[in-house]
Each structure stands twice: as structure tokens, then as C-alpha cells.
């Protein structure tokens, strides 16, 4: 792997692509500090900050500034290794507030996503009550036309009867 990482940093050289060389530089730069190395590891460790830096990308400036803080305080620099250890708590807050602004925002619309939910939900009972309403208004009212025409028929049927005993009795 240690010599791998040394033929993808020649390449990185030729190339310039830094997002792939910079988890490498980290890399080497932590592998030499193990090794006791101070210098190249340092050397690989602040080469991979730079690059973090000139992507933006906070995870690896988190890392890379974590590394090379520990490499100065083992070196005993340590008002350099503080300042990168501040680097690092900036970048690692950062990106914890940017985990809870996203937490919070799908929560939100989560909520947001239930309150339309129980509003759909409410809206279709109102639906299912007026129409359970109207058809029952319509069944009182077909049964009152029904009641009606019946004792209509009714009264008609008595009367044609009565005009018919009515001209026999004459």
C-alpha cells in the first residue's frame, strides 16, 4: 500500500487531480508520522490541508488538520498544533450543524408531510359525512314524494269510487 501510495502521488503530480490524491497525502502523511518520521509526515499531512483547503471539502480538513495538529504536538510546536486543532474543532462543528440542519429540515418536512396527511385525512371524513348526509336527506325525500303520491292515489281511488256509487245511486 506504502508504495502504491507513492506511485499515486507521482501520478497526482502528473495529473493535478487533487480529490484523488488527497486522501493519499493524509495517508502517507499519518503512515511516516507512525513510522516516526516527523518531517515527511508533516510534509504529506500539510500538503493534504492545502489541497482540502483549495476544494472546500471540511471532512478532509477535519482530518488532515487533526493529523498535523498531533504531528506539531508530538514535534513540540505547540502553538501551531493549537491552531490547527482549532481548524479542526471549526470544520468539525461545521459539519456537525450542517448534519443537524439537514436532521431538521427532514423533520420538518416530515411534519409538514403528517399535517397534510391529517388534513387529507380529515378533509375525506367531511367528504364521507356530507355524503352520508346528503344521501340520507335524499332517502327522506324520495320516501315523502313516495308517502305522498301514494295517499294522492289513495285519495283519487276513493273519490273515482265515490263519483261511481254517487251516479249509481241516482
Known sequence: FFFQAEDGIRDYKVTGVQTCALPIFVSLGQTYMLLGNWDI????????LAIAKEIKDKGLIMSASKNLSDAYEKTGDFTKALELLHLHNINKDSLINEKNSSSIEEMQVLYQ???????????????????????????????????????LILVLVLWSRFNLKKRANE
Do not use: M, P
Open 41 to 48: 509526515g508533516r510534509s504529506y499531512l500539510e500538503k493534504g
Open 113 to 151: 408531510s403528517s399535517q397534510k396527511d391529517r388534513e387529507i385525512e380529515k378533509l375525506s371524513n367531511e367528504k364521507i359525512i356530507k355524503d352520508a348526509e346528503l344521501t340520507r336527506q335524499r332517502t327522506i325525500i324520495f320516501s315523502t314524494i313516495g308517502a305522498i303520491l301514494s295517499v
